[in-house]
């Protein structure tokens, strides 16, 4: 009898701490405990040319989800990528560490979820996709 309270008493105190951990992680912003938004996929087209004046090259994709406004993070079939929408169908990615051809091919991202700053809110970075896109 004394073990089985021990243990709820085990128990209840690791949801009290899980609870406390959680609540502070939200507070900074910070989503561990999220699941994942998205995975994407769309055919790789031309785009403006405009990140490749800044030096990042980006596949530009159509693809069937319609993507919120913001900036993500994500995994590809060639590494770590970075996503931005405006909100529609039409989204530019930078594929981390990658300078190949890939016009026409089928680029598959997965993992996706949105970039967390504490300064910055998603509202801005909703602001900073509409301006390069």
């Known amino acids: 009898m004394l073990s089985l309270i021990i243990k709820l008493v085990i128990i209840l105190l690791l949801i009290i701490i899980y609870i406390l951990v959680y609540k502070i992680l939200k507070q900074n912003h910070i989503n561990y405990f999220e699941p994942f938004i998205s995975n994407i996929k769309g055919k ?24 919120e406004c913001g900036i993500y993070n994500g995994k590809c079939q060639y590494g770590d990528v970075t996503v931005w929408s405006k909100g529609k169908s039409k989204i530019e990615c930078h594929i981390h560490d ?26 801005h970075h909703c602001k900073i996709a509409k301006y390069f896109i």
Request: proline share 4%; glycine share 8%.
């Open 98 to 123: 990658f300078n190949k051809d890939i016009y026409g091919e089928e680029l598959i991202i997965t993992e996706l979820q949105p970039v967390n700053n504490p300064i910055a809110s998603h509202a």
């Open 44 to 67: 790789v087209i031309r785009g403006s040319g405009l990140a490749r004046l800044y030096g990042y090259r980006t596949a530009n994709l159509y693809n069937t989800t319609n993507l």
